[in-house]
């Protein structure tokens, strides 16, 4: 079967740690031992995903036998480790486990972080080096791009990617609950601090139009201002800048409250109301807890944004399972397309697809022909068989060749169902016996 | 025409349970059901309504089953209208429930129909109750922005993030929800209320004659006036809105019913 042709060896966060992993990774430059990768293991169609967080093997092999072992000795060869350790820090996936494995990590279920996105541009990056170096075949080539095509059927189905699971993350996420779209908003940073810099940048990319920092020592916020191509401010302009922000991120290392509620509620009055978001990250706390209490004004301290961070990866958890079932149907569906993969099952078919249209086309003839006699109408039925078997006889033979001048199996056998066209579903009529 | 109202009601019970079941388990499947349903039951009021013009003679307006009717069908017509031109994310679940309960009134008010006396046979009494009714549809609308507005900042503000914070849009969206259908509404009341006076004065020979529905009216109309102001000159926007829009809608129900059933005067609804 050819299913069972199918292995993937690898390694990642969950079974191995980083020490192994790195001696593991294969260089970033883009070179990867593809060509060594088949001759050694005598495999048919390779490929190589190799990212900071797993690496896998992917791989056509008729050898089952040898396979594991061939495998392993080709990822672990440069480390010192022995057979069982390999073994130990390692999984090996072969058929319908391997296709289920494959599809998991394409669609970030397997991923350190499920649902971050990054990992189906590397598995495509790893598809076209393998695919260009001519080391994947029908059965990689389809696999392959089955795994990107229900990674998008989760990411489109399920929301398995929406919602935010970091803090800085979390802050852009309420900026457009309350204010929707973010283009245009100000947002002024005080003080600074690896978070609230990060933050600053996301609401950018997110479309923020202008920053202002401000910082108890000018200089820090001119160089900070520079970076995000904003206003530098003093700490004394903090009130009279209040005015015209949308978004502030707090996180200076004063040891009393920054900014008091008494402060802004005048402000909101100026501000006809428009809300105003507050984000306090330091430790401890620069905005009074009390601000949250004035209308139109939203104060996230750094636990409450872990809140959302957390009701989020619940959220993530739950979508998970339901890519999953994705997961899983789509996994069954590829198994059947390889079970069709083999010889005799494609003639049947073929057999089966020529034959139905022959019966069709004989049926409206002879229905157009009612005063035609019976020997004539045996005998039209006849020429209809054989020209049928006759147009057919050649890409059976095709199909059944072992000659070496001939692709290889897989191949013969994916060019012959594409161009019969055996794998669309709702063939044009064939089919309506 | 019985057979038509059943048809419609069903329809919009559909919509109401479809729109409910995926506000819970936000199937895409099921929302894409609540949506055609609702155009169809839209279509199907729309004819029900047509039939029984056809049949009494007049515009189907009068009782109270044909009054909650066409308000069921503006509030129907009204959101679809809106959301062609704007996507607000689950506006759907907060309206069909309303329009299907309007439609319970109605289902179980008598269908009688009840002669219109000549006075009143007039082509002001299509325009003025039809647009007043539409008014009452927007002011409906922005209730339902109103109550989303204010669960949503609930749960926003108090950080407790449940059911809505997911499943409703930003705040934002929900402020312009409420814009637009307070001044929508706004401007149709005005226009329901001039189209009335025009009517009194050619069927009673005067403009204003302080008829409880019309001092309601004018009471209703008092108070989105304040609050659309409000909002221009002093920034009453999002939360106190929202809140108005909500108390607004509660003096327009007593206006649009309870003014009859406890006031009477000449809008009392036939039967």
């Known amino acids: 079967m050819q299913a069972n042709n199918i292995f993937i060896l690898g390694v990642n966060h969950k079974t191995a740690p980083v020490e192994i992993r790195e001696q593991l990774a294969f260089s970033a430059d883009g070179t990867l031992p593809l060509q060594e990768l088949l001759t050694s293991t005598g495999a048919s169609e390779g490929c190589i995903l190799s990212t900071c967080n797993r690496v896998e093997i992917i791989t056509v092999s008729n050898d089952a036998e040898r396979s594991p072992g061939a495998l392993r000795r080709f990822l672990f060869g440069k480390t010192s480790l022995s057979d069982d350790e390999a073994a130990k820090y390692s999984y090996l996936h072969q058929g319908s486990e391997a296709i289920t494995h494959l599809f998991r990590v394409g669609a970030s279920l397997d991923s350190m972080i499920v649902g971050e996105p990054q990992i189906l541009g590397q598995l495509k990056q790893a598809y076209k080096i393998a695919s260009e170096e001519n080391c994947t075949g029908a059965i990689l080539n389809r696999f392959l791009h089955k795994s990107f095509s229900v990674a998008k059927r989760i990411r489109t189905e399920t929301s398995i990617g929406s919602n935010a699971v970091s803090i800085s993350y979390a802050a852009v996420e309420m900026a457009k609950k309350i204010f929707g779209d973010l283009q245009g908003k100000v947002v002024m940073l005080v003080g600074a601090g690896e978070m609230a810099e990060l933050a600053a940048e996301h609401l950018i990319n997110q479309g923020v139009g202008q920053v202002v920092v401000v910082n108890r020592t000018l200089e820090r916020a001119v160089k900070l201002a520079r970076q995000f191509n904003g206003k530098a401010a003093g700490l004394d302009e903090l009130f009279t800048q209040l005015e015209d922000i949308d978004i502030l991120i707090s996180s200076t290392g004063a040891p009393g409250l920054v900014l008091k509620k008494d402060d802004v509620k005048p402000v909101m009055r100026q501000r006809h109301n428009r809300p105003l978001f507050l984000i306090d990250i330091a430790v401890p706390r620069d905005l009074d807890p009390e ?72 049926a409206r003839t002879l229905g157009n022909l009612k005063d035609l006699s019976p020997k004539a109408q045996v005998s039209i039925e006849k020429m209809a068989g054989a020209i049928v ?45 | 025409m019985t057979l038509l109202f059943n048809l419609t009601f069903f329809l919009y019970l559909f919509v109401t349970v479809s729109y409910l079941a995926f506000f819970f388990n936000q199937n895409p499947k099921i929302q894409i059901l609540a949506r055609y349903g609702m155009v169809i039951a839209a279509v199907s009021h729309v004819g029900y309504t047509v039939v029984r013009y056809l049949s009494v003679g007049y515009t189907p307006i009068t009782s109270n089953h044909e009054a909650v009717s066409f308000f069921a069908l503006a509030v129907c017509l009204s959101y679809l209208s809106f959301r062609w031109r704007y996507q607000v994310k689950n506006f759907g679940v907060f309206v069909s429930p309303i329009v299907f309960a309007l439609m319970l009134v109605a289902y179980f008010s008598s269908t009688k129909v009840v002669e219109l006396s000549p006075v009143l046979q007039s082509l002001w009494l299509p325009v003025h109750a039809s647009i007043a009714i539409l008014a009452n549809a927007f002011l409906t609308l922005a209730f339902c922005g109103g109550v989303m507005y204010l669960l949503q900042e609930r749960e926003i503000k108090g950080k407790h993030f449940g059911m809505f914070y997911t499943r409703l849009p930003s705040l934002e969206s929900l402020d312009n929800l409420n814009n637009h259908c307070l001044t929508a509404g706004f401007l149709l009341l005005t226009l329901g209320i ?21 001092t309601w009216s004018l009471v209703t109309w008092l108070i989105y006036a304040a609050i659309l102001h409000q909002r221009f000159t002093a920034g009453w926007r999002r939360r106190k809105a929202a809140i108005l829009a909500v108390i607004g809608y509660i003096v327009v129900l007593f206006t649009f019913w309870g003014v009859n059933f406890m006031l009477g005067g000449i809008h009392s609804y036939a039967g």
């Open chain 1, 389 to 433: 078997s006759k147009m057919l006889h050649d890409p059976i033979r095709f199909l059944k060749a072992e000659d070496r001048h001939n692709p290889d199996k897989g191949e013969r056998l994916a060019v012959t169902r594409q161009i019969f066209a055996l794998d669309q579903d709702g063939d044009n009529g064939a089919e309506d016996e």
């Open chain 1, 291 to 362: 601000l949250n209490n004035l209308d139109n004004v939203y104060l996230y301290d750094i636990d409450d944004l872990q809140q959302v961070v957390d009701v989020n990866k619940a959220e993530r958890d739950k979508e998970a399972a339901r890519g999953e079932n994705i997961v899983a149907e789509e996994a069954m569906k590829f198994q059947q397309w390889l079970e069709g993969m083999e010889v005799s099952p494609t003639i049947a078919e073929l057999r089966r697809k020529a034959d139905a249209i022959c019966q069709a086309e004989l």
């Open chain 2, 194 to 214: 001039v189209t009335g006076s025009f009517w009194a004065e050619q069927a009673f020979g005067t403009y204003w004659q302080w008829d409880p529905k019309e």
